[in-house]
Structure formats: C-alpha cells, structure tokens
C-alpha cells in the first residue's frame, strides 16, 4: 500500500477489480494489530525505561512494517494467477504456470498468518507491561490479530483446493491446523494477561 491512502485501498478494494482481495486485508488487519500493541509498548515506555520492553516494541514496529509490505505481496500473488490463467486453456504451459501461481498465492497469506501470529506472541509479552486505562487498546489488537491469523489461513486453504501436489497441500493443511491452534492458544493468554 505504498502510496496509497487508507481511503483510496477501501474504494479499490469495494470495485470490481480482483485486487486487492482477502489476503491484502489480513495483511493490513495484521499491521493494524501490531500497531496498536505498539502504541502501548510506547506509553508505557514514555513512563518507565524498559530494556525488554523497549526491544519488543522494536520488534513490532518491524513486525507491522513487514504486514504492511504483505499487502502489495498478495495483489502480486493474486494477479499471477489471474495472468497464468490467460494462457490458453488445455495447454501444459496453462496448467504449469496456474499450478505455481497458485502454490505463491498459498505461500503469501500463510507468511502473513505466520507474521501476524509473532505479532500476538509480541502483545504477550507487552501484556503484562499495559497500563490499566490502555488494555483495551491491547484487547483489540488481540481481536484483529487473530482475525488476521482466521483471514489469511481463510485464504490459503482456499487455494490449497484447486493444487494438484499432494504432499504440497498435505505439508500445508498441516500447517494451517498447527498455526490456527496456536493463534487460539496465544489469543486466549493475552486475553488472561491483560490488566484489569
């Protein structure tokens, strides 16, 4: 979304154009996630020096960062798919070129669930940390990254269904079982750690 305003990937977004689609808002949905955890790494830092805070907060900042650049990777993800399927239909350069197009647009939102579950692990650590009147600034970064973690995952197992590579869809579907858990899991303890 590199010079794009919030309110010109909305309009894009709302037309009938392919892209951006799912993946680009998990990715966005991530970073707003890992923004937000860093907002109250920052307040509570502005108050007291924090070593450990302090390298967390770094760490989210990359980590938000990162999501934000997901989300040109996934219009790129998609549009290659879209491009490959112009082939001409019947043909093994269509089906070679379709079959790696969608294997990247699995890639991409499986990196972008995966990013947006460090960022949880991140507003752990930050949890214990968050001044009270700021906990559900935290709360609902907790909210929109496992949504991003749900979204991206959404759109991995989509395109899992029309790959042809058995064990590239096995190796996945396993990692999406394994990333859902820990998304819950990792959701469920910020929850519990956040101040009351």
């Known amino acids: 979304m590199d010079c794009m305003t919030i309110e010109g990937f909305v309009e894009q977004l709302a037309s009938a ?5 799912g993946g680009s808002v998990s990715a966005l949905v991530a970073a707003l996630s890992g923004a937000l955890s860093c907002m109250v790494a920052n307040i509570t830092l502005s108050k007291t020096a924090d ?6 907060r770094s760490a989210l900042v990359e980590g938000y960062k990162g999501a934000l650049g997901d989300i040109q990777r996934d219009i790129e993800a998609y549009r290659d798919v879209v491009e490959a399927q112009k082939q001409p239909k019947g043909s093994e350069a269509r089906t070679t070129a379709v079959q790696g197009a969608l294997k990247k647009a699995a890639v991409v939102p499986l990196e972008i669930a ?11 650590q930050v949890a214990p940390h968050a001044r009270s009147s700021y906990a559900s600034d935290l709360a609902v970064a907790n909210i929109l990254g496992l949504a991003a973690v749900r979204s991206a995952l959404l759109n991995v197992e989509t395109n899992l269904r029309y790959i042809k590579d058995d064990s590239f869809v096995q190796r996945f579907t396993q990692l999406v079982a394994e990333m859902k858990s820990d998304a819950e899991a990792t959701s469920a303890r910020i929850e519990k750690a956040l101040p009351r």
């Open 51 to 56: 070593l450990e805070l302090a390298s967390w």
């Open 17 to 21: 154009a392919p892209t951006p689609g």
């Open 114 to 124: 995966g990013r947006a579950i460090s960022l949880l692990h991140l507003a752990l």
